[in-house]
């Protein structure tokens, strides 16, 4: 998701990126009014897109704002033609509230965004009758490059209808999915408002071979935005459910802090580990990286592990889950977590291997779950 967008400035603090299937939308206006007059004019289709751009930003700001009422820290927010993701900071979220808490959050976060669209539209239109009622705010079609003022109440109505669709992830899906989570467990909540939301797509898709090519256009982008936010719930099932003994490498090499750098560096060269925990006896002592090693040799010179291992280091036991040793890996920085039982080295965990295990990992869930299911 992140690739497929650009960075576009900082809004209170929190950094705005452009998904790339905005850059469709002028294209496609130009497209539509070149076919219906047989001229289009820039500035104003521009100009139209920069309204619909400026109603998504809103909307996605009214999602923001209330999620950091609720302690939620926003990190990015990505716009889309149709609407945004808000893309919150995992290492500052705190455990998510269970029960009646959880459930209105979630609804007040998402019925924001359409509220504010509905509000800057009735603010636009009574300014539009107030000053300049020959714009005309029934005449269709509703959004129009040569009607600049009708298409920004338009644009705020389309959006705030469209984003109340029950269609997961918009806003209208987000509150069927709180409302399927009182009941069943979140990740099969997710799931059932998904398969609402793939049928419903597909329903605009076919729709709109009839009539307006617009609705499979919202109909594409839909399934393809519920498909994402499937595959981060099986992501996110998988880093929850997984302990950390069925994953952490058991197989490893060791260093001791006696070893010379050069010592080091021949072991780590017969072992395909990038970090290595640092054993005195019994005792985990440090931890040290190949890089680390390297660099050390480089630029000081032959030397013991012991004076430049990292002694800051975190441990893990067999029983934790994969998501919270994903937490301490990421707010320290580290790349390697030491598995430990009753003070021995069972394991370790590394950055490279929690990767690879997690893909492997949601693939094998999502093969079981398509096979219990056909
Ligand atoms: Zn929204």
Redesign the pocket.
């Known amino acids: 998701m992140r690739s497929w967008s650009i960075h576009v400035g900082r809004l209170f603090g929190v950094e705005v990126r452009l998904h790339l299937t905005f850059l469709i939308l002028p294209l496609f206006v130009f497209w539509t009014e070149y076919n219906s007059h047989g001229s289009a004019n820039g500035p104003r289709d521009l100009a139209l897109v920069g309204i619909v751009l400026a109603c998504v930003a809103a ?2 700001i009214g ?1 923001m704002l209330v999620a950091r009422r609720y302690g939620l820290i926003p990190k990015a927010v990505i716009l889309l033609p149709l ?2 993701v808000t893309v919150f900071d995992e290492t500052h979220a705190e455990k998510p509230a269970s029960g009646a808490a959880a459930w209105q959050r979630e609804v007040r976060i ?1 019925l924001t ?2 509220l504010v669209n509905i509000v800057l539209a009735i603010i636009a239109a009574g300014i539009i009758f107030a000053v300049a009622p020959e714009a005309n705010l029934w005449k269709w079609p509703f959004l129009q490059p040569s009607n600049l003022p009708r298409s920004l109440v338009w644009a705020n109505l389309y959006l705030a209808g469209l ?1 109340l669709l029950p269609a997961y992830p ?2 209208g899906g987000r509150v069927l999915r709180a409302f399927f989570a009182r009941t069943i467990d979140p990740s099969a909540a997710t799931r059932r408002a998904v398969s609402i939301s793939h049928a419903l797509a597909m329903m605009l898709m076919v729709a709109g071979l009839f009539s307006d090519t617009w609705l499979t256009m919202v109909g594409v982008i839909i399934f393809s935005a519920a498909q994402l936010e499937e595959r981060a719930v099986i992501f996110q099932s998988v880093l929850d459910n997984v302990r950390l003994e069925e994953v952490m490498l058991t197989d490893f090499a060791t260093l001791s802090p006696a070893d010379t750098l050069e010592d080091a560096l021949e072991k780590a060269v017969h072992s395909l580990q990038d970090d290595f925990p640092v054993v005195r006896g019994s005792d985990m002592v440090g931890v040290i990286s190949r890089q680390r090693i390297l660099e050390a040799l480089r630029v000081e010179g032959n030397g013991y592990v012991q004076a430049v291992m990292n002694k800051l280091f975190e441990v893990s036991a067999r029983q934790e889950s994969l998501a919270s040793a994903f937490r301490k890996l990421t707010a320290r920085n580290l790349s390697i977590i030491p598995v430990v039982e009753d003070q021995r080295l069972v394991g370790i965990i590394t950055l490279q291997n929690l990767m690879h295990s997690m893909a492997l990992l949601a693939e094998s869930r999502k093969l079981r779950r398509d096979n219990a299911e056909s």
Do not use: C, Y
Request: aromatic fraction near 0%.
């Open positions: 909307h996605e999602h609407s945004g998402a965004g359409p984003n918009l806003d």
